[in-house]
Nanobody, 115 residues
Framework: QVQLVESGGGLAQPGGSLRLSCAAS????????MRWYREAPGNQREVVGS???????NYSDSVKGRFTISRDNAKKTVYLQMNSLKPEDTAVYYC?????????WGQGTQVTVSS
């Protein structure tokens, strides 16, 4: 079955960096578009960005220029490099892919930005 496992969350200071990873199994990873979402307390889950199989990336306005999504098809892993972190980036971050019309999610990883 499809499984997505995020890692790399934690505590960062404002202006700091973190890199999240999402390891995928059960899919032909090199063909899959992958997305990162986040959900802050009291807010709806929102898309952070995405990367296609052809390496096209897209980002929400709130993270554009600070976050970078990349992928390693050999490792079946997608990454979210987060720089210049702000307190408002605090959220649970989720990895997502869609297969056959079904959305698949990881368990999420907590990112807290605080001094």
């Amino acid at each position: 079955q499809v499984q997505l496992v995020e890692s790399g969350g934690g505590l960062a200071q404002p202006g700091g960096s973190l890199r999240l990873s999402c390891a995928a199994s059960g899919i032909i990873f090199r063909l899959a578009a992958m997305r990162w979402y986040r959900e802050a307390p009291g807010n709806q889950r929102e898309v952070v960005g995405s990367i296609t199989s052809s390496l096209y990336t897209n980002y929400s306005d709130s993270v554009k220029g600070r976050f970078t999504i990349s992928r390693d098809n050999a490792k079946k892993t997608v990454y979210l490099q987060m720089n210049s972190l702000k307190p408002e980036d605090t959220a649970v971050y989720y990895c997502n892919t869609m297969l056959g019309g079904t959305n698949y999610w990881g368990q999420g990883t907590q990112v807290t930005v605080s001094s």
